[in-house]
C-alpha cells in the first residue's frame, strides 16, 4: 500500500501534483470496469446480460432478481433451477441461451409467458410444461436458444412443485386405504 499512496491519493484529490504517468496508469487500471459512459436508464442496461452457471454443483436462482434481456444459463455436470416468475424482467421480450452439458436445467416462467424453444438437442430431452392461455397474449416473451448435449433441459410455466407428478398416485394410495 505504502508505494500506491500517492496514486490513491491523486485518485481522491486529482489536482495533486504526482507523477503523472504511473499514477494515470494505476488510475486506468482500476477503472477499467467502469462503464465508459453514464446511464441514462438508471443502470438497467447493465443488466443486458447475466450469466449463471452450474459447473458440479447444484444452482438456484430465484426470488426477485433483476433477469437480463439476454441471460446465458451454463449447466455442466450440475442441475440449474431458474425461477423467473417472481424476477424483474426487463423487457417484454428476454433471451435465454442454454448450455447444457450433462446436467440438468429447470427454468420456471411467468403464467402468461409465451415461450419459444429454438434450440437443440443431442441424446437430450427438452421439453415446455403447462398450456399457455391464449388471453395472456400480452405476457413477456421468452426465446430459449442454445444446445443441450447429454442433458435435460425443463420450462414450467407458473409456480412448479417438484411433486405435483406423484400427486394422482398419492390420491389414489389414500383413497384405496
Not at 79 to 106: Q, S, Y
Not at 131 to 158: E, N, Q, T, W
Amino acid at each position: 500500500m505504502g508505494r500506491h499512496a500517492p496514486c490513491l491519493a491523486s485518485l481522491v484529490f486529482p489536482r495533486a501534483e504526482l507523477s503523472g504517468r504511473i499514477c494515470l496508469g494505476f488510475r486506468n487500471a482500476i477503472t477499467r470496469d467502469l462503464p465508459a459512459d453514464d446511464t441514462a436508464d438508471g443502470g438497467l442496461r447493465l443488466a443486458g446480460q447475466n450469466h449463471v452457471a452450474a459447473r458440479f454443483s447444484k444452482v438456484i436462482r430465484s426470488g426477485r432478481w433483476v433477469a437480463g434481456r439476454h441471460t446465458r444459463l451454463t449447466a455442466r455436470f450440475g442441475a440449474l433451477i431458474v425461477n423467473l416468475t417472481d424476477a424483474v424482467l426487463p423487457g417484454r421480450e428476454i433471451t435465454l441461451e442454454i448450455d447444457a452439458f450433462c446436467g440438468k436445467l429447470i427454468v420456471i416462467v411467468p403464467e402468461g409467458a409465451r415461450v419459444v424453444d429454438e434450440g437443440g438437442a443431442l441424446f437430450a430431452k427438452r421439453a415446455i410444461y403447462g398450456r399457455g392461455d391464449p388471453a395472456d397474449a400480452d405476457g413477456p416473451l421468452i426465446r430459449i436458444v442454445g444446445d443441450a448435449r447429454f442433458a435435460k433441459v425443463a420450462v414450467h410455466r407458473g409456480r412448479f412443485d417438484p411433486a405435483a407428478p406423484w400427486q394422482h398416485w398419492m390420491q389414489q394410495e389414500a383413497a384405496a386405504r
